[in-house]
């Protein structure tokens, strides 16, 4: 069985060492750089499907090399590593591309757990034939256009199709504001962001009916589908 490729920063040998033995216990094929100057060279012949960094790197830190990987793929998940607590930092790291944020110190368990979430959401796609996804008490059929909840239809434009298949694709994790305009629209520009936002407010009207269903804003970094 071919094994999942990590590309793993640590500046600190000791921990970088006891993380990268227990990831590879766990079948994993891990690459370790200790210096952030040589993440896009590595990342580029290494090929991984899913990328743990340190922040606080030499030459070059965690999240500026995270945001160089995202112009080159911006679909790979990447989870950032710190010892920072404060709240705008765990912003900076979604702002620069990030799908998760540890704080060390931090459980092998957790990092396992977070590492295996985050590729079965990357796996995961929406099916688009004439079958249903459920959403809560909503039925969503994307090659229809269709959203139902019930006896009533619901017939959705084709970015507001679009729009809705990335969330719930990301569904319980924070999709990027930029990675969905350059998705939808092809660029980021003031005006197509304006035209998110009025999208964004759509699929909170239709999904009103079921609390358990909130298209949370996480400010200054994108959207978060919360579905229970």
């Known amino acids: 069985m071919k094994k999942t490729k990590i590309l793993y920063a640590e500046d600190e040998p000791f921990l970088g060492k006891i993380v ?6 766990r079948d994993f094929d891990v ?5 952030g100057k040589d993440i896009i060279v590595a990342y580029t012949e ?7 960094l340190d922040v606080m790197l030499p030459s070059k830190d965690g999240f500026t090399a995270g945001s160089e990987i995202r112009q080159i793929n911006p679909s790979i998940p990447i989870i ?3 010892a920072k607590t404060q709240t705008e930092d765990v912003l900076k790291g979604f702002q ?3 799908n998760d944020y540890i704080r060390k ?3 092998m368990e957790e990092l396992i757990i977070r590492i295996n979430n985050l590729l ?6 929406v099916v688009t034939t004439n079958s249903a996804v459920i959403i809560g008490k909503f039925e969503f059929y994307p090659q229809k256009y269709e959203l139902r909840n019930g006896e009533i239809i619901k017939k959705l434009s084709h970015r507001e199709s679009e729009l809705l298949k990335i969330l719930v694709e990301n569904r319980n994790f ?3 504001r930029k990675d969905i305009l350059m998705k939808i629209w092809g660029d980021d520009s003031f005006f197509n962001s304006r035209n998110l936002d009025v999208y964004v407010t759509k699929l909170r009207e239709y999904f009103k009916d079921d609390p358990n269903l909130e298209i949370m804003t996480i400010k200054g970094v994108g959207y978060n589908f919360i579905c229970d």
């Open 120 to 125: 079965a959401l990357t796996n995961r796609k």
């Open 80 to 82: 950032y590593l710190t």
């Open 31 to 35: 690459k370790m750089l200790t210096d």
């Open 174 to 176: 924070t999709v990027n």
């Open 105 to 107: 110190p931090f459980s």
């Open 96 to 98: 620069a591309g990030g």
């Open 20 to 25: 990268k033995e227990s990831l590879e216990s």
């Open 46 to 52: 290494f090929k991984p499907e899913i990328c743990v």
